[in-house]
């Protein structure tokens, strides 16, 4: 981040990037085999969906939301479907376009992970199934496999 903010601050605008609120902007939970399905064999298979956007908003403030969507089955059944939204409000600002598009992309999704992996194993116990625990994702290199994709594909210029 300090070769990143060095870019931006070349560019005569000093690099300024500060969190400014964590907030669960969605939430959800589907069980429905239960109760039946609590009393089957847990054998769970686990499909985990992860997606990020992010909007600007006024002046140099920008909405971040990182999308859990789980689907846990047990056999073939559909034990529960969970998703959570986790959103926050970053300051942003003396980044160049690169540096800004990876701050939007890799950096602040690692920041609100933490938060959506709690939110969504609490939301799954409440549902009274084990917590999932997600290990932690390696946001840069997806980031980096995006950019590469949509480079191929001939949609974005290297940087």
Not at 40 to 52: C, F, I, M, S, Y
Not at 117 to 129: C, K, T
Request: net charge negative; charged share 20%; with cysteine.
């Amino acid at each position: 981040m300090t070769d990143q903010a060095t870019n931006g601050a070349a560019q005569g605008e000093t690099a300024q990037f500060s969190l400014q609120r964590i907030y669960v902007r969605d939430l959800s939970f589907e069980a429905p085999k239960s109760p039946e399905i609590f009393r089957q064999e847990w054998a769970p298979n686990v499909a985990l969906d992860l997606n990020t956007r992010q909007k600007p908003l006024e002046g140099d403030f920008h909405e971040v939301v990182l999308t859990l969507s789980v689907t846990v089955k047990t056999g073939e059944e559909v034990a529960f479907i969970a998703e959570v939204q986790q959103a926050g409000i970053f300051l942003i600002k003396g980044l160049d376009p690169a540096a800004m598009s990876h701050t939007l992309g890799a950096f602040c999704p690692n920041i609100l992970f933490p938060y959506a992996r709690e939110a969504l194993d609490s939301l799954v116990v409440r549902g009274s199934f084990p917590a999932l625990m997600l290990s932690p994702v390696n946001f840069d290199a997806l980031y980096a496999q995006e950019l590469q994709r949509l480079q191929q594909g001939g949609e974005v210029t290297a940087h």
